[in-house]
T-cell receptor, first 115, second 114 residues
Framework: SAVISQKPSRDICQRGTSLTIQCQVD?????MFWYRQQPGQSLTLIAT?????????ESGFVIDKFPISRPNLTFSTLTVSNMSPEDSSIYLC????????????FGEGSRLTVL | SQQGEEDPQALSIQEGENATMNCSYK?????LQWYRQNSGRGLVHLIL?????REKHSGRLRVTLDTSKKSSSLLITASRAADTASYFC??????????????FGQGTILTVHP
């Protein structure tokens, strides 16, 4: 199992600003995953954060909008840049429980509201 | 297109009744998983069923998988008010190289009345 802490848990942001979300895991993990959940919607994978290499982004998500850092095996950040109201979502950090199964542990999420 | 369509979108039952949620998907999968999300919280993994399995049990949960129909169902028996949450199915594609990439369904909102 893994305990995942995300900060902030929620925030209200102004249009055009950027916000960085932090994700801390209580154990070393190779890959960390960032998902987005838009209001009333399902989850969509934004990117996979690998330690020591560039993040891998899914179709529709770009590094300029969602830069990711992964400085070590227990920590990652996701920045939502130049925010617009359409970025209002819950952003969730997750890690794999058992290697190669895709079974994920999730943080509590960061709920962003962009005005 | 969205893989993992679930029905019903919302389900309201009384405590003690059984709740059944269904999930359909479009591609070949390695496994299918069910997650629960309490309001405003993160997701909690419930159960995983592999593509070569047909049925799996965990406590009050029973999951079935029919790969010929590309569908799965989650049965919660003897429901409790604490089971009130959103339930999502998620699939991991066969041959996928990103092990954490899951495709989530739209979810079923379950309300269990005391």
């Amino acid at each position: 199992s893994a305990v995942i802490s995300q900060k902030p848990s929620r925030d209200i942001c102004q249009r055009g600003t950027s916000l960085t979300i932090q994700c801390q895991v209580d154990s070393q993990v190779t890959m960390m995953f960032w998902y987005r959940q838009q209001p009333g919607q399902s989850l969509t994978l934004i990117a996979t954060a690998n330690q020591g290499s560039e993040a891998t982004y899914e179709s529709g998500f770009v590094i300029d909008k969602f830069p990711i850092s992964r400085p070590n095996l227990t920590f990652s950040t996701l920045t939502v840049s130049n925010m617009s109201p359409e970025d209002s979502s819950i952003y969730l950090c997750s890690v794999e429980v058992l290697a190669r199964t895709g079974e994920l542990f999730f943080g509590e999420g960061s709920r962003l509201t962009v005005l | 297109s969205q893989q993992g369509e679930e029905d019903p979108q919302a389900l309201s039952i009384q405590e003690g009744e059984n709740a059944t949620m269904n999930c359909s998907y479009k591609t070949s999968i390695n496994n299918l998983q069910w997650y629960r999300q309490n309001s405003g919280r993160g997701l909690v993994h419930l159960i995983l069923i592999r593509s070569n399995e047909r049925e799996k049990h965990s406590g009050r949960l029973r999951v079935t998988l029919d790969t010929s129909k590309k569908s799965s169902s989650l049965l919660i028996t003897a429901s409790r008010a604490a089971d009130t949450a959103s339930y999502f199915c998620a699939t991991r594609d066969a041959g996928g190289t990103s092990y954490g990439k899951l495709t989530f369904g739209q979810g079923t909102i379950l309300t269990v009345h005391p």
